[in-house]
């Protein structure tokens, strides 16, 4: 647990990059997943990996941005 006398340092910028690189990755093969499963028929499947896509989408853009 930290206290609020302690100061927040912005990541690095490269560090920033590399951890959005790997959400875009692991982003992509959600995406993959949810587009498989929507032509296999298999509709739930297809929601959770699209989900799955957006979430980690926004994590990696708010790590990226954010820092």
Do not use: K, N, Q, S
């Not at 100061?7 to 959400?23: D, F, K, N, Q, Y």
């Not at 298999?42 to 820092?67: D, Q, Y």
Request: charged letters at 10%.
């Amino acid at each position: 647990m930290t206290g609020p006398g302690i100061p927040h340092e912005r990541r690095p910028l490269v560090e920033r990059i590399g951890m959005a690189a790997v959400a875009a990755v692991l982003a992509t093969l959600f995406g993959g997943v949810a587009v498989a499963a929507w032509l296999g028929g298999e509709m739930f499947l297809a929601v959770m990996g699209a989900i799955g896509c957006l979430m980690t989408a926004w994590v990696g853009a708010l790590t990226l941005f954010r820092g």
